[in-house]
């Protein structure tokens, strides 16, 4: 059954990850539908593509806990564009991941009848799952990036697509490490461990002390041992530079980059870092890995009650099982980091068979996911127009 050639889709990106999911899902659509036109929030990859972005994706990337203080600002723009969306209402409307941003917005416009997707689900499995009575009131469709999240929502009665995660299909199953070494300076022999204490300057604040203990630890019993430490701006790099002066430790042998942190990962031997989206990157990448994590106590508190998972670790998670060692909160220490890290060094096995596992599960991920986030868009739009002729 066709659809109309003029479809217009509202559509709603945060950040700069959700700005990349939504410019390779709107050129799947333009592929499928040359027509199709989009507005919205987005940034300078969909805007790129012809999104007519309403008001600047920056104002929703403060969103989250540093967010409180902005809550009238940030209601007041989903305001404005609820008011804009139900005066011109579109043929569909995706929100893209910032779920306390989304799936407030999406409940306003299904419950006016607009057709609404979700891409990106909320960790609603993980922890909070009573927010998956406002995902039914919100949602008309889910789109996964994971098979378990998918497997969730069934027994929840939410329809939902796995559509596989883009960077599966972006980063390729084989890549020349050594070809990776020289372009980072590193030797092209040896052991080199990656450091990867966090994107954020929170999270560097609380673990750039950890690491650089665990570096140290791991140098003293292994000198021929190097590390590589990427950094995602200047001021993390920094805050990391301070925490190797508190302690010494500028005669690691360590080589520290701005930016290219997955060139790092994919030229190191182990990786060693924080909880976080880097994981499945590193798991993409077939790194034996040891992942830790530390918040405050006061926010570990607060959350504790409504975590649903015993396992933290995004390739644990995916795995089913404890494929890798995480450590989290008191567990999290330089000695028993540093043990696992060098667990791998002295069972070459346990390593090999870690990236055994972690190639099978690049390849369930691998699963062409713009394409299919279209294809389940361009299916709802079709069943919305088989509804209203019967």
């Given at each position: 059954?066709?659809?109309?050639?003029?479809?217009?889709?509202?559509?709603?990106?945060?950040?700069?990850?959700?700005?990349?999911?939504?410019?390779?899902?709107?050129?799947a659509?333009?592929?499928?539908?040359?027509?199709?036109?989009?507005?919205?929030?987005?940034?300078?990859?969909?805007?790129?593509?012809?999104?007519?972005?309403?008001?600047p994706?920056?104002?929703?990337?403060?969103i989250?806990?540093?967010?409180?203080g902005?809550?009238?600002?940030?209601?007041?723009?989903?305001n404005?564009?609820?008011?804009?969306?139900?005066?011109?209402?579109?043929?569909?409307?995706?929100?893209?991941?910032?779920?306390?941003?989304?799936?407030?917005?999406?409940?306003?416009?299904?419950?006016?009848?607009?057709?609404?997707?979700?891409?990106?689900?909320?960790?609603?499995?993980?922890?909070?799952?009573?927010?998956?009575?406002?995902?039914?009131?919100?949602?008309?469709?889910?789109?996964t990036?994971?098979?378990?999240?998918?497997?969730?929502?069934?027994?929840?009665?939410?329809?939902?697509?796995?559509?596989?995660?883009?960077?599966?299909d972006?980063?390729?199953?084989?890549?020349?490490?050594?070809?990776?070494?020289?372009?980072?300076?590193?030797?092209?022999?040896?052991?080199?461990?990656?450091?990867?204490?966090?994107?954020r300057?929170?999270?560097?604040?609380?673990?750039?002390?950890?690491?650089?203990?665990?570096?140290?630890?791991?140098?003293?019993?292994?000198?021929?041992?190097?590390?590589?430490?990427?950094?995602?701006s200047?001021?993390?790099?920094e805050?990391f530079?301070?925490?190797?002066?508190?302690?010494?430790?500028?005669?690691?042998?360590?080589?520290?980059?701005?930016?290219?942190?997955?060139?790092?990962?994919?030229?190191?031997?182990?990786?060693?870092?924080?909880?976080?989206?880097?994981?499945?990157?590193?798991?993409l990448?077939?790194?034996?890995?040891?992942?830790t994590?530390?918040?405050?106590?006061?926010?570990?508190?607060?959350?504790?009650?409504?975590?649903?998972?015993?396992?933290?670790?995004?390739?644990?998670?995916?795995?089913g099982?404890?494929?890798?060692?995480?450590?989290?909160?008191?567990?999290?220490?330089?000695?028993?980091?540093?043990?696992?890290?060098?667990?791998?060094?002295?069972?070459?096995?346990?390593?090999?068979?870690?990236?055994?596992?972690?190639?099978?599960?690049?390849?369930?991920?691998?699963?062409?996911?713009?394409?299919?986030?279209?294809?389940?868009?361009?299916?709802?739009?079709?069943?919305?127009?088989?509804?209203?002729?019967?």
């Amino acid at each position: 059954m066709a659809i109309k050639s003029r479809i217009r889709i509202g559509i709603v990106a945060g950040e700069a990850s959700g700005d990349m999911l939504g410019a390779g899902l709107i050129r799947a659509l333009r592929e499928r539908m040359p027509g199709v036109s989009f507005e919205g929030i987005g940034g300078a990859q969909m805007m790129a593509l012809g999104c007519r972005s309403l008001f600047p994706m920056e104002q929703l990337s403060i969103i989250g806990l540093e967010a409180v203080g902005k809550y009238p600002e940030i209601n007041g723009l989903r305001n404005k564009l609820a008011d804009h969306f139900l005066k011109n209402p579109p043929d569909l409307f995706i929100g893209i991941d910032v779920p306390d941003f989304n799936l407030v917005l999406e409940e306003k416009l299904k419950s006016a009848g607009i057709l609404t997707m979700h891409y990106v689900s909320p960790t609603v499995w993980a922890w909070r799952r009573y927010r998956i009575h406002r995902i039914k009131r919100a949602v008309d469709h889910m789109l996964t990036l994971f098979p378990f999240e998918a497997s969730f929502y069934r027994r929840h009665h939410v329809p939902v697509s796995f559509v596989g995660h883009p960077l599966a299909d972006q980063i390729e199953e084989k890549y020349d490490v050594g070809a990776l070494r020289r372009q980072l300076h590193l030797p092209p022999k040896g052991k080199v461990v990656a450091l990867l204490p966090g994107s954020r300057l929170s999270e560097l604040r609380r673990h750039a002390d950890l690491f650089v203990k665990t570096a140290l630890w791991l140098h003293r019993r292994h000198p021929d041992m190097c590390f590589v430490a990427p950094f995602v701006s200047a001021e993390t790099r920094e805050v990391f530079e301070r925490a190797l002066y508190r302690h010494g430790a500028w005669f690691l042998p360590l080589t520290i980059v701005t930016h290219h942190s997955r060139e790092a990962m994919a030229a190191s031997d182990i990786v060693l870092l924080a909880s976080g989206t880097a994981t499945l990157e590193a798991a993409l990448l077939k790194k034996p890995m040891v992942v830790t994590y530390k918040m405050s106590w006061l926010s570990y508190l607060l959350i504790r009650p409504f975590l649903h998972v015993n396992l933290y670790a995004l390739p644990n998670i995916l795995a089913g099982r404890a494929l890798v060692p995480e450590f989290m909160q008191s567990k999290a220490v330089p000695e028993t980091l540093g043990k696992a890290v060098e667990l791998y060094i002295s069972h070459p096995d346990k390593a090999k068979s870690v990236r055994k596992a972690l190639a099978d599960i690049h390849h369930t991920l691998r699963r062409k996911a713009n394409r299919r986030a279209a294809d389940a868009a361009i299916n709802l739009l079709k069943a919305r127009k088989h509804s209203k002729t019967i």
